[in-house]
């Protein structure tokens, strides 16, 4: 029998070896310990809006979390709650077995997860998971995936919808993407949180999130076109939503913002600000798809010019502003505010918000004060223009 050739070999043996590690993979899920509150260490690092209710929900489920805001003021509430509080993403990895983050930019991410000082897989022990919650670049979720495989980690990108409404009350949408069985095992801390839907695998999650916000974006521009057209013909707005609010047109958007429009309670659930990056990355993700959605251009240019009237700091059912602006509509009340008083109230409301946007030193980032940076300086720093085009990030 003639002898195997030096290839042959080879290839015979990596099969072998490649057999023996999936094996051991296999034996060591089987082994891993379960997730619970009395074995299980929590880090997470962004406690803005969103990220300080989700950690509250977590906190009360039993778990022992470590936490890392930027500004450490914003985490005092955690700590109130029984959180520990670490002075640096590395710090919080180095307490933790398991982190999440849901912060700013992708450029927050990176830095947060990847910085190879400062950076939470730089402390992580092999067998940690990072979860990531932030909307970001799927490229950026495939990226430190293979970061984290190479130190014997594991990393799941989960952006969350549902605002702060969902975040308050445990019932956020998590688009899952990474390892099937590690998002399986991470099931006991998603379950406080809301729902996890797994989409496949990294990178997974953050396509299924952008496509929720260009559901979002043309939605909400559809409702408020609506509740104008209604206006302008003569109706009353209130009346028109309660009757299309079980048709066809009902839509999550519509329980949520119409009548908080309607009230002129334009307080963010998700700012502004936010929004416009999001839709940005979805343009981006387009081009390199190669695929046109103009209704997603379109509501992102409409985002774009709240931002530009200084109204970035407002809720995404702001986009009623630029409607009424573009159709030289009054403002859009119910019957009971179109008394004296009601509109006295209405208005001294919206010229706080005018003069608190002015006074406005610093920006809210996705879910933690993570940057310092203005939006326009850090889509400068990313070669972003404010010009139309689907190269936005």
Known sequence: MPLLSPLLHFTSLHRRIRHFHVSTVRHFMAAVEPISPSTTRVGWIGTGVM????????????????VFNRTASKAQPLIDLGAHFAPS??????????????????????????????????????????????????????????????????????????????????????????????VKRLDP????????????????????????????????????????????????????????????????SLDLYGKRILKRDLDPGFFVNHFVKDLGICLKECEIMGIALPGLALAQQLYVSLRAHGEGNLGTQALILVLERLNNAIEIFPTYLRSEIGLTIALLYQSYLEVFNVVQEKVYTDDADYSDLTYEKEEAKQGVSNNFDMNRT
């Open 51 to 66: 990220g300080q209710s989700m950690c509250a929900h977590l906190i009360r489920a039993g778990y022992t979390l470590t």
């Open 89 to 182: 993403p590395h710090a919080v990895a180095a307490r933790s077995d398991i982190v999440f983050t849901i912060v700013g930019y992708p450029s927050d991410v990176r830095s947060v997860l990847l910085d190879p000082t400062s950076g939470a897989l730089a402390a992580l022990r092999p067998g940690g998971i990072l979860v990531d919650m932030t909307t970001s670049e799927p490229s950026l979720a495939v990226e430190i995936a293979a970061a984290a495989a190479a130190k014997g980690c594991h990393s799941i990108d989960a952006p969350v919808s549902g605002g702060d409404r969902g975040a308050k009350n445990g019932s956020l949408a998590i688009f899952a993407g990474g390892e099937e069985w590690t």
């Open 189 to 252: 801390l998603f379950s406080p949180l809301g729902k996890v839907n797994y989409m496949g695998g990294s990178g997974k999650g953050q396509f299924a999130k952008l496509a929720n916000q260009i559901t979002i974006a043309t939605t909400m521009v559809g409702l408020v076109e609506g509740m104008v057209y209604a206006h302008k013909a003569g109706l009353d707005v209130e009346l028109y939503l309660d009757a299309i609010s079980t048709g066809a047109a009902g839509s999550r």
